[in-house]
């Protein structure tokens, strides 16, 4: 049996046009190209978001509710890991305004709202999609924007995230071994644990990963991972973002 397809990209115009005709909701994930230590890809977010999405499309698909997941947006603002080799940032703006027409145009085809899936953690990331979300809505768009960074979010994904210590250690390490193992360097399993927490160092006032304590790239505890562990994070995000979903569709 084949698996089921929910990526647009994957579709053609027809199988697009079918599903948007049946109501279906647009789940966008949100990522970036950036450093994410010495054994994790530069796309992690992008893997996470996009993984997430597809398991919350899943679940909806189970209680009859058509849910789409869109190409996802692969670049961001990332200034915290500027410094390291392949990472690449942009300005706010200019992502702003690329989320914000990506919503628009997914409005435009006839999806009935869109569900921003995001695994960046950027604090300039997470201000962009806010603004989307609610300026989208200021204007009649259904977009929304479950931040997984505050509570009552935050609190699901486990004690790591919850420290801080969270860039490419155990939480964002667990997600892709459980999504794409063969992503994972062996030398993921040699790294010491680094504590120090990112969130933490932000409110200080540090404004890069080596400032921060993270000279390469991580936080956390890497070594502590499995995908066991992945999978069950994979839960509670596939259930925050069905439930975003949710109210997009309510009346």
């Known amino acids: 049996m084949s698996r089921p397809n929910y990526q647009l990209a994957a579709m053609t115009y027809e199988e697009a046009q079918r599903v948007i005709d049946r109501g279906a909701v647009a789940l966008l994930p949100c990522g970036a190209t950036e450093a994410h230590g010495p054994h994790l890809p530069l796309d992690t977010d992008v893997i996470i978001a996009v993984e997430a999405a597809e ?13 789409v997941v869109l190409p996802p947006i692969a670049y961001s603002v990332a200034d915290f890991a500027e410094s390291f080799g392949g990472t690449i940032t942009l300005p706010s703006d200019v ?26 953690l950027e604090p300039q990331n997470l201000e962009v999609l806010r603004s989307v979300s609610v300026e989208s809505l200021s204007r009649g768009l259904r977009v929304h924007f479950p931040d997984i960074t505050r509570k ?45 927490s990112l969130s933490a160092a932000i409110r200080e006032g540090k404004l890069s990963f080596v400032d921060a304590g993270g000279p390469r790239a991580y936080f956390g505890d890497p070594a502590a991972a499995s995908a066991a562990s992945g999978d069950e994070l994979y839960e509670e995000l596939a259930d925050i973002f069905a439930s975003a979903a949710r109210e997009v569709l309510a009346p």
């Open 55 to 67: 398991r919350a499309a899943s679940r909806l698909a189970r209680e009859d509710i058509v849910a």
């Open 95 to 120: 992502v702003r305004g690329y989320v914000r027409a990506v919503c628009q145009g997914a409005v435009n085809a006839g999806f009935r709202g869109v569900v921003l899936c995001n695994a960046h």
């Open 152 to 196: 009552p979010h935050a609190l699901r994904l486990g004690e790591e995230f919850r420290s801080g210590a969270c860039h490419a250690g155990a939480y964002e390490t667990s997600l892709v071994m459980a999504a794409d193992p063969f992503q994972v360097r062996e030398v993921s399993s040699e790294l010491p644990a680094n504590p120090i």
